[in-house]
């Protein structure tokens, strides 16, 4: 290709060859973004309403990152200088006044959509939880983790938390001394523990097991092994567990 063809517009049949490299690209990108598992298992109610956003995210931003690679990569290829051409300028170009308040206004119509998107789900997990919901006191120390829970009036003291399955439950989370961050991977939320403040959140578990807990904030030189775990158990066994 002389420098004169490779200076020209980009013919059609060339778009169609990238359209149709994006278009392939997108749904193999998108294909293999969805079957990895990303994620631990779904432990609370609220968990498969996070892990849709991220598949949502997935697919919108797959095919925006292929037709932008491609574009770039074909304009670094037809558009590239050769030897012998370090002295050539290109043709002056004013513009496009049409093409830059597209691909203005599409990424805009995109953000607001998926910012709605958020904010929606954003509020809905923060629904205020129900009257007589179970309060879980949740204080971290350097490093770990002590739970009390507000059981009809009676505060139970524990090392670990145990809570019953399809009940719903508010943490109250406290820090003892620096900023922690109470996370249980399974139920997908987690909140900062900041000195000073109680902060809180509220699931309801909906997986019968032992999920970790972790600490997702720096917190000094201990904080690897900042570690609890909490079992959700059914309710016969959560009565057992209160009894002992």
Not at 174 to 181: E, G
Not at 196 to 205: E, L, S, V
């Amino acid at each position: 290709m002389d420098a004169e063809t490779r200076r020209g517009p980009v013919s059609g049949r060339t778009w169609a060859k990238l359209v149709g490299i994006v278009l392939a690209s997108s749904l193999v990108g998108i294909a293999i973004g969805l079957g990895l598992d990303w994620f631990p298992t779904q432990g609370a109610t609220v968990s498969h309403k996070i892990d849709t956003f991220w598949d949502v995210l997935l697919i919108v931003s797959i095919p925006i990152f292929c037709a932008v690679t491609t574009i770039v990569g074909y304009s670094v290829y037809r558009w590239r200088m050769r030897p012998g051409e370090e002295r050539i300028d290109g043709p002056p170009i004013h513009g496009n006044t049409r093409l830059e308040v597209i691909w203005t206004a599409i990424p805009s119509v995109i953000i607001a959509g998926l910012c709605a998107y958020a904010v929606i789900l954003l509020l809905d997990i923060q629904e205020s939880p129900a009257k007589g919901t179970r309060v879980v006191d949740v204080t971290g120390q350097q490093f770990a983790w002590t739970f009390k829970v507000d059981e009809g009036g009676r505060a139970v003291n524990a090392s670990r938390l145990v809570l019953p399955i399809g009940e719903p439950v508010e943490f109250h989370v406290r820090t003892k001394d620096v900023l922690h961050d109470f996370w249980v991977p399974a139920f997908r939320l987690k909140v900062d523990a900041v000195p000073g403040i109680t902060t809180k959140y509220a699931i309801t578990p909906s997986k019968l097991g032992r999920f970790d807990i972790v600490c997702a904030e720096l917190c000094g030189l201990g904080h690897a092994y900042m570690r609890q775990y909490v079992n959700v158990v059914s309710r016969e066994r959560y009565d057992r567990w209160l009894q002992a």
